[in-house]
C-alpha cells in the first residue's frame, strides 16, 4: 500500500523524479571522470572514457525508472495520449465513430437491460424458492393449452408437493377512489386466494382474500390494492381498509393493502387484485370459465412444499393431470414447473431472449461493420504516419497496439456516453414497456460490466482488421496505398444495402403510423362526435342505495334538462370511444348454440337525434317496450337477404324486435365497425349525459342542475374527441418507438454510407488528383465516385420500399382506413431519406472535391 | 565495461547496498567504489544494476535519499539507511549466512 503510494508519488511528480535520476547519473558520470583524472588521463580522454564506461545513459534511466512504474503501463499511457491526439486531429472521424458506437452500444445497452429486467429478476417475492410457473407442453397443437381453474382445484385438493397454488388473469380495468375523481386506468389481476399464499406475500396492510369472497355475485365485493394507488388515489390514510373503490357502477371494499413499492410478480405495474370468481360477474363467458382441463387459459403459480425441487412437482401434476385429459393424443402432454423470471411469467420464454439477443447483434455488427470501414478510410489516410513509424524502426505490434488503443479509447467513451444515454432514457423504456419500476431500469453493475465489456470487445472488433491490414509491412515508403481486394468493399457494400433496406421500412412504417394517427384524428366517425359534450354523475352513496335511488335520480334529473334551455341531452350507459362491450345474441328461430358476438350500445331513444347518427330504416326504439335498433352491418350480417325490421333478436333470456336500421358510425371503437346492437339504458345505473354543445356555460348549468339534485354526487364532463386522443396514445407510443428505431437506423446507415465513401474518396486520392490535373471535370470525378456506392444504394432503396410495401398492411389496424400505400407517407420517408443521404455523402464527396492536384502529385513524387 | 558480476547471487546486491551503507550515507559512485575497494576488485557493479537496485530500495523504503555537496563539492544524491532498511538487512543477512552455510555444506560433503 505505502509501496503505491510512493509510486503514485513519483507518477505526480514526475518531471521532478526524472529530472533527479538524470543528475545522478551525472554525478556519477563527472565523479567517474574525476577520478580517471586524476589517475593521469587528460581531460578530453577522461570524459570518452568515462561515457563510454556509462554506456547508454537514457537505457539505464529508463531501467531505473522501470522499478518504479510500470514499463507497459507507461507505454499505455502514451498510446492513449497519443490517440487522444490523433483523434483530435479529425474531428470528423471521431464523432462519426463516436456516434455510431454511442448509438450501437446505446442500443445494445438497453435490450440488456430489458432483458436484464424481464429474463434476469426473479419475481419480486421474499423466497424465490420453491416458487414456480406452470406451463404446459407437448401433445397436440392446440389452440388453447393451459390450465383451467378446475385444473387448479384439482391439484390444490389432491398435490403432495404443492402448499399453495394460485390463478390468475390480467385485466385492464378503470377504477377511482371516490366517483367524484376521474378514474384510473390501471393494470388488475383477478386471482385466486391462493394466488397470495403461493407468493408467500405479507400485505402492508389488511388481509387476503379468504376463500368465501372468491364468488360470482357476492354480496360484498372485495379488493386489494397496491401501496402506490393507496398513496395516489386514497391519500395514504391509514383507514383505508373498508373503504370503496368503484369500477364503473360497481363498488368493491378495500380490504388489503400490498407492500410498498410491490405491484405484482411480474415488472408490468399491476395496482389492484381482484378475487377471480368476481370476473363472472362483469364477463360471464371469459374463457376463464371454461372447465376442460388442460385447454385453458389461467395462469398458475405455484409453492412447492420446502425440499421439494421443480421436477418433482412437474411430474406428479402430471401424472394427476393425466388422469383427467381424455383425448388420447394428449397423454403425450407435460407439466412443466419454470423458475420464477419474468419471462417465465411473461409466456415467451425462449423467443423474447433469442429476438433480444439478435437483434442486439445485428445493430452491434452493422455499427461495427460502419467503423471498421471508417477505419480503414483513416488508416489509408495515415498511410504515411504509419509507414514513417515503420521504417523508423517500430515494431508492427507496437503500431497495431497504438492503434487499437485508439480503437478501445473510442469505445470506452462511447460505452460511458451509452450508459448515460441509457440511464436518461430509461423512463422512457419503462413507458414503453407499461412497467413502472424504476429501480429495475437505472442500469445497474451487471448493466456497466456488459455496457464496458461489449464496447472492448467492438474495439478489438472494428480496430483489429484495419490496424492488421494498415500496418502490412512494405518496402517501399507509402506503399500501402494499393487498391482494395474488390471482396473486401463488395462485403461493405452489401452491408450497406441491408442497413438502408432496414432502415428504409422503419422510417417507412414510423411514418405510415403517424399518417395513421393523423388520419383518425380527423377520421369521419359518421357523427359529429367532436361536438359532443359528455357529463358522467357519479353518486356517493354505497352500491345498493345508489341502484335503488337510480330511477328517482334519473327522473329528476330528465325532468330537469327538459326543463333547461339547455340543447336536447339523451343518455348512454357508456360515452363514445371509450370501451367496446360486446353481447352474444342469435335470431328468432335459433338455438344459443348459434349465438355470435355483436357490440352493444345502450342509449336513449333521443341518442340518435342527439348524436346525428341516422336511422336508414324504421326508427328510432321505445324505452321499455322491448324494441332494439341494429347498424347496417349487424343487419346484413343477420338478414343478408331481407329486411331485418321486425325481426326478432334473442340475448340470454330476452327477446327484442328490431324496429330500426342506423348507420355504421365508430361509436365503440376506432379501427372498425362491429355488428352492433343498440337498446335503450339499462334502469339502475348512472348514464352518461351526451348533448352537442362546446359551450363552458352549458357545463355550468348541467353542474348546477346535478347539485340541486343530488349535492354529493360528483360530476365530470369532458369533451368526447378527448376519448379519441387517449384511444390514440398506444398507437402514439408506437409510432415514436418506430420513429426512434428508424432514426437511429438511418444514421447508422447514414455513418456506414460515409464510412464507405470516404474510404473510397480516400483510396482513390492519387487518382482523383491526376484525373483533375488531366483536365477532368470535378463533376466528373463524382459521378465516378457515386457509381461505386450506386449499386448498394439503389438495391437499398429497393429492397427497403419492397419491404415496407409488404409489411404496410401489417399495421391496417392502426391506420384506420388510410392506404398502406399512402403517398404523403412515402414521400416523408423520401424526404427523410434524401436528407440523411445528402448528409453522408457531402462531407467525402466535399473532401474528394478539395483534392488539390499539385499536391497529390508532389505526394506521389 | 564494467557489469555486475554474474556471480553476485540474485537479490545478492541489494544486501551489499544494505551493508555498505550501515556505516555512512554514500551517493551512488562512492558505493560501487567501495565494494570494489572491499571486494579486492571482484565485485564491479555497473550503473545498469546500481541504479535500479537503489531505485527499488526507495520504492521499498529501506533508504533515503537527499542532495547534498560531495567531497569535491559536487552535487550528489547520498543514500542513508532507514531503520526499516536496518530491519531488512538483519533478516536478509541471516537468510544469506544461512544459504551460505548450505552451499557450503553441499559443496564439501558431497
Redesign the interface.
Known sequence: MVRWLRRFRARIRYRHFEGDLQAEIETHRSLLQDDLARSGADNEAARAAAARALGNVTLQREQARGVWLAPWLESLWQDARYGVRSLRRSPAFSLAALATLTIGLALATMMFTAFSVFALNPWKVAHTRGLAQLRLEGGPPDRQRGFSLADVEDIAARSRTVSAIGAYRIVYLRVTPSRAEESDHVAAQYVTPGFFDALELRLALGRNFRPDENHAGAANRVAIISHGMWQRRFGGVPDVIGRPIFHGNDAYTVIGVAPKGWNGPAPYAYELWLPLESLRDSRPDDDVFSEAAGRCCVSVITRAVPGVGPDRVADELTTLLRQRWQRPDERDRRVRAETATFVGGAGARLVLPVLVLAATLIILFLASANLAHLQLARSLSRAREIQTRLALGASRARIVRQLLTEALLLSLVAGAASLLLTYTLSGVLMTVSETRSPELWTPGPAVSVFCFATSALMSVFFGLAPALRSTRVSLVLGAGRTATPAGRLAHGLVLLTTQIALSLSLVAGASLLTRGIQHAMDLDVGYPMREVMVATVRPAGSDEANRAAAPGFMGALASALASSDLPPVAFADFPPLTVDISTRVHRGGETKRDDRSVSVVGLSPNGFDVLGIPIVEGRAFTAGAGEVVVNQRMARLLWPDSTALGQRIIEGDRTYTVVGVSRDVHYASLDRIEPTLHLPTRPGLYPSMLLRSHDAGAADRIRAIVAAIDRRAALSITQASDNLTTKLSDQRGLALAAWGAGLLGLVLASCGVFGVFAYIVEERRREIGIRLALGAERRQVLGALFRTTRLAILGGFTLGLLLSLLAGPLLRQFLYGLSPFDPTAFAIVAIVLAAAGFIATFIPARRAMAVEPMIVLKEEG | ??RSSPDILPGTLDLLILRVLTRESM????IT?RLKTLSNDVLLV???SL??A???L????YVD?EWAA?E?N????YYTLTKAGRKQLASERAEFDQLVTAIQHVLNHA
Open positions: 565495461m564494467p551517493h551512488g559512485y562512492g567504489q555497473g550503473e545498469s541504479y535500479p537503489l531505485q527499488r526507495l520504492l521499498n523504503g535519499a560531495s569535491n559536487r552535487k550528489a544524491r
